[in-house]
């Protein structure tokens, strides 16, 4: 099982909300300064594209489709990363990725890209 899992996709329509959750499925993310976390999509017959990202100190950043819609946040007691998203449009339909570089379990660090296996949000017109 990848480390990474996420889930909360779905379908809605136009000006609807989902939240993801990407969790750390057996491992902890770090916290160090290599604890930045992204989230990105890849919708058919695109490239995948960054979406958001937040990093250590928490600073956040979006790209300009996303920006005062999705909101990126991640709880250290749950351990896991969000992407609330508001007034979705169907050009935000996508396969939804998260990314991070840092895991630890059993008291080692491990450096690697992780990705999670992706959460399918469909938005309807």
């Known amino acids: 099982q990848a480390p990474l899992v996420e889930s909360g996709g779905g379908s809605v329509q136009a000006g609807g909300s989902l939240r993801l959750s990407c969790a750390a499925s057996?491992?902890?993310?770090?916290?160090?300064?290599?604890?930045?976390k992204q989230w990105y999509r890849q919708a058919p017959g695109a490239d995948r594209e960054f979406v958001s990202g937040i990093e250590s100190d928490g600073m956040t950043n979006y790209a300009d489709s996303v920006k005062g819609r999705f909101t990126i946040s991640f709880d250290n007691a749950e351990n896991t990363l969000y992407l609330l998203m508001n007034s979705l449009k169907p050009e935000d339909t996508a396969m939804y990725y998260c990314k991070t570089r840092c895991l630890v379990r059993g008291g080692i660090t491990y450096l690697d890209d992780y990705w999670g296996q992706g959460t399918q949000v469909t938005v309807s017109s």
């Open positions: 057996g491992y902890t993310y770090c916290s160090s300064k290599l604890n930045d």
